[in-house]
């Protein structure tokens, strides 16, 4: 595993399949630094790596972290219908978040 924190989110985000979303936390999380959704945004935010797929990335709620009226979120939206990902006004519909840590052991809430 990378041991420099960017490139383990680096490593993560570039790992989420195409059609699939994660939010900024759960990128966070699977790089090993929970609590460091801030750190995920921060890096996309410098990010000059055309090949990334950032786009894959969003807020925990589903939603694009752009503000409405920019052209990234344009760009994001329309990057992630050309994979097949629903997007309705600005939020990907019909994708659950990756399950918590406590959810993973205590089970889905009902």
């Known amino acids: 595993m990378e041991t420099d924190p960017n490139d383990r989110i680096l490593a993560v985000i570039r790992k989420i399949p195409r059609g699939q979303v994660a ?16 750190m995920v945004a921060r890096l996309l935010s410098h990010n000059d790596d055309p090949r990334l797929p950032w786009h894959r990335v969003l807020r925990s709620d589903g939603r694009i972290a752009f503000p409405p009226d920019s052209p990234q979120f344009a760009e994001q939206g329309q990057r992630l219908r050309a994979e097949g990902v629903h997007v309705e006004a600005g939020r990907v519909r019909g994708v659950r978040a990756a399950p918590t840590v406590d959810e993973q052991i205590w089970g889905l809430p009902d």
Do not use: S
């Open 23 to 38: 939010g900024y936390g759960e990128v966070a999380r699977r790089a090993g630094l929970p609590g460091r959704a801030r």
